[in-house]
């Protein structure tokens, strides 16, 4: 009996880690923390490191559970997503608002102990993360949006090391928004027909698999060459275009493995090729930068 009320709380924590994906972190945090080393010109102080992590778990947890939140009745009528903790009532609304509140919470506090800049904007970051949910009710370009959410992570970072918005580091966030939307069109493949059906707005539905799959392909193809001009921009040597040229071939390799007519693999090309991507990224910018 006592073993059963102490495990209570540990699976409830698990049940909401699992709801907000947080494994799914490890898209932009790399990123952000490419930024501060760029920004830094080196390896930034803990204070900022730890506090961009921080901020970079909150507001995230607050998007993906506040997402979770608004799409709790989607998510219910369709089969792929009707497991989830909300639709299943294994988290309950409240649980789930007291969540966002609190992370929010955390990426403001976060905010506010790095810099005066950073805690001004922290209301705007937690608006347009936050207003992503809404998206599929009125654009089919929802998708970009979810790029500029997590697009914020490196210019936040660079906000972090120096307290300013540098220019290197908009480009850099534009790598990233149109990686994040290029990766969104592939997993957004697998609810073409639900999506018709329920009015939602996502390429794939409005335009159809082939061509969404075009502007994906495009996009990846322009972040490659932004991740480029980052480099140009910032002075980086021979190691850093490398980790480009592999990012380069990461995305051509994700793109191989969907089809207008095969998404059976979408999800292997979301998490997998997406996570190494984001990881191959700050481990040549990391030796670029410090040794």
Same mark, same amino acid.
């Given at each position: 009996?006592?073993?059963?009320?102490?495990?209570?709380?540990?699976?409830?924590?698990?049940?909401?880690?699992?709801?907000?994906?947080?494994?799914?972190?490890?898209?932009?945090?790399?990123?952000?923390?490419?930024?501060?080393?760029?920004?830094?010109?080196?390896?930034?102080?803990?204070?900022?490191?730890?506090?961009?992590?921080?901020?970079?778990?909150?507001?995230?947890?607050?998007?993906?559970?506040?997402?979770?939140?608004?799409?709790?009745?989607?998510?219910?009528?369709?089969?792929?997503?009707?497991?989830?903790?909300?639709?299943?009532?294994?988290?309950?609304?409240?649980?789930?608002?007291?969540?966002?509140?609190?992370?929010?919470?955390?990426? *403001?506090? %976060? #905010?506010?102990?790095?810099?005066? /800049? @950073?805690?001004?904007? $922290?209301? =705007?970051?937690?608006?347009? !993360?936050?207003?992503?949910?809404?998206?599929?009710?009125?654009?089919?370009?929802?998708?970009?949006?979810?790029?500029?959410?997590?697009?914020?992570?490196?210019?936040?970072?660079?906000?972090?090391?120096?307290?300013?918005?540098?220019?290197?580091?908009?480009?850099?966030?534009?790598?990233?928004?149109?990686?994040?939307?290029?990766?969104?069109?592939?997993?957004?493949?697998?609810?073409?027909?639900?999506?018709?059906?329920?009015?939602?707005?996502?390429?794939?539905?409005?335009?159809?698999?082939?061509?969404?799959?075009?502007?994906?392909?495009?996009?990846?193809?322009?972040?490659?060459?932004?991740?480029?001009?980052?480099?140009?921009?910032?002075?980086?040597?021979?190691?850093?275009? *490398?980790? %480009? #040229?592999?990012?380069?071939?990461? /995305? @051509?390799?994700?793109? $191989?493995? =969907?089809?207008?007519?095969? !998404?059976?693999?979408?999800?292997?090309?979301?998490?997998?090729?997406?996570?190494?991507?984001?990881?191959?990224?700050?481990?040549?910018?990391?030796?670029?930068?410090?040794?």
């Amino acid at each position: 009996m006592i073993s059963d009320i102490a495990s209570s709380p540990f699976r409830k924590v698990k049940i909401m880690m699992e709801m907000i994906k947080f494994e799914h972190t490890i898209f932009a945090l790399p990123f952000a923390m490419s930024s501060a080393l760029v920004a830094a010109k080196g390896m930034p102080t803990w204070h900022d490191i730890v506090l961009v992590l921080i901020a970079m778990v909150g507001a995230r947890s607050a998007a993906m559970a506040f997402n979770r939140i608004a799409d709790a009745k989607i998510d219910a009528l369709n089969p792929r997503t009707a497991s989830r903790a909300l639709p299943n009532g294994e988290i309950s609304l409240q649980s789930a608002w007291i969540f966002t509140i609190l992370s929010a919470a955390l990426l *403001v506090l %976060a #905010a506010y102990e790095l810099n005066t /800049l @950073a805690f001004v904007l $922290s209301p =705007v970051a937690l608006a347009a !993360i936050l207003g992503y949910s809404y998206t599929k009710r009125f654009t089919a370009f929802s998708h970009l949006w979810l790029g500029l959410c997590l697009g914020i992570a490196p210019v936040g970072a660079w906000i972090a090391v120096k307290g300013e918005i540098g220019f290197p580091s908009m480009a850099l966030s534009a790598a990233v928004i149109l990686w994040t939307a290029g990766f969104d069109i592939i997993y957004s493949l697998q609810d073409v027909d639900f999506d018709r059906k329920m009015g939602l707005f996502s390429l794939p539905s409005r335009i159809g698999p082939a061509g969404s799959l075009i502007i994906s392909r495009v996009f990846h193809a322009l972040m490659v060459a932004l991740l480029v001009w980052f480099g140009v921009l910032t002075g980086r040597g021979s190691i850093y275009y *490398v980790g %480009a #040229a592999f990012v380069g071939v990461f /995305l @051509a390799y994700e793109q $191989s493995l =969907v089809s207008a007519h095969d !998404i059976s693999r979408a999800n292997a090309a979301f998490f997998i090729m997406n996570g190494c991507v984001s990881i191959a990224m700050l481990a040549f910018v990391a030796v670029d930068v410090l040794f």
